[in-house]
């Protein structure tokens, strides 16, 4: 089999611990070349993987041999290079959230379409193994009706992950967008879609309550309804203490309760009314505390899906719905209102 061919765009941190280490760990891709506005950053990666530099990604898409392209950058870019990059006949890993609007999710998935290429959105929450058992066991009507569940995100911000620091594009209005609300959120907001079905109202406070350097939002607290009507919470946080990082979930039904990845020694409990009680031990959930979410299956499952030509599990259309509750949840904050989706 000849191997897949790929370019990543934006040489930060995402790029330098997730997206480059693992398409260089997959036996059949080569990285081809790599992109980046600080050219010593292009260069480090160009060097470390045996690949092209740039620091214009126009010049990089007239590249025939790329086939597939990753896009990490500041969420104002997602949009725009993206489409570009379909439009240059390459399929596209596009990072979360997918982009700052839904007439711009509207156009990356247009583009995709009229151009036969695959989007995906790289949400990982969907890989992880007590998860996707979770999601087994509540299709399974072991759980019998759902009737809530509270999920949530947080950590220390991104200023302890990125790769310029406090000064990082994450806290920059501009660039950004969203804060807390829109760089973790939308990851439980597309868990929860995942597992639970589909949303219909979305009620929100978002807050800058922790760091004075910051631009955007660093503390959210959504209320959700689904169109089943099963409501519950959904919390994130860039102002968690070290050490303190959480990733967890809790689905009620009328038999029983699943706690996922919210214990340190189990990451799926099986809780019932009749007493029962089943431990599940996962490989652990990764967090960018961690030092990067290097076990992510996100790169694989992309490069799968067009070597195989299969959809992939998280397309554009599927990146749009999880998106589109982040929106609703900051309608919801300026609006001081319920916001239906």
């Not at 870019?77 to 570009?84: E, G, K, R």
């Not at 009620?203 to 169109?227: P, Q």
């Amino acid at each position: 089999m000849s191997k897949l061919k790929v370019a990543v765009v934006g040489c930060g941190s995402i790029a330098k611990y997730l997206h480059l280490p693992k398409y260089h760990l997959h036996k059949n891709v080569e990285i081809v070349a790599v992109c980046d506005i600080v050219l010593e950053r292009a260069e480090e990666m160009a060097k470390k993987y045996g690949a092209m530099a740039f620091t214009d990604y126009q010049e990089l898409l007239k590249l025939e041999e790329v086939e597939a392209i990753s896009v990490c950058l500041p969420n104002y870019l997602h949009a725009s290079v993206s489409i570009d990059a379909l439009k240059a006949g390459k399929h596209v890993l596009c990072e979360k959230p997918m982009a700052t609007s839904r007439s711009e999710a509207e156009a990356m998935i247009a583009t995709a379409k009229d151009n036969g290429k695959k989007l995906m959105i790289a949400h990982n929450q969907r890989f992880v193994p007590s998860h996707q058992k979770a999601k087994e066991i509540i299709t399974s009507g072991k759980l019998g009706r759902i009737t809530s569940f509270k999920t949530t995100l947080g950590h220390g911000g991104p200023e302890g992950w990125s790769i310029d620091g406090a000064d990082s594009w994450f806290f920059k209005k501009e660039q950004a967008f969203f804060g807390a609300v829109g760089d973790l959120g939308v990851h439980k907001a597309d868990l929860i879609r995942y597992l639970l079905g589909e949303f219909s109202e979305v009620g929100s406070f978002i807050e800058t309550n922790a760091k004075n350097f910051s631009e955007v939002d660093d503390n959210a607290v959504c209320i959700l309804r689904t169109v089943d009507g099963v409501i519950g919470t959904l919390s994130v946080s860039w102002a968690y203490t070290s050490g303190s990082d959480d990733n967890s979930t809790i689905i009620y039904g009328e038999k029983g309760i699943l706690k996922l990845e919210a214990d340190p020694e189990y990451s799926l409990i099986e809780q019932y009314q009749n007493g029962e009680v089943i431990n599940h031990k996962f490989s652990k959930i990764q967090t960018n505390g961690d030092g990067g979410q290097t076990s992510s299956s996100v790169i694989s499952h992309f490069v799968e899906c067009i070597l195989e030509d299969k959809e992939p599990l998280i397309t554009g259309e599927e990146g749009k719905k999880s998106l589109e509750i982040i929106l609703a949840a900051i309608e919801s904050q300026v609006t001081k209102r319920i916001v239906s989706i």
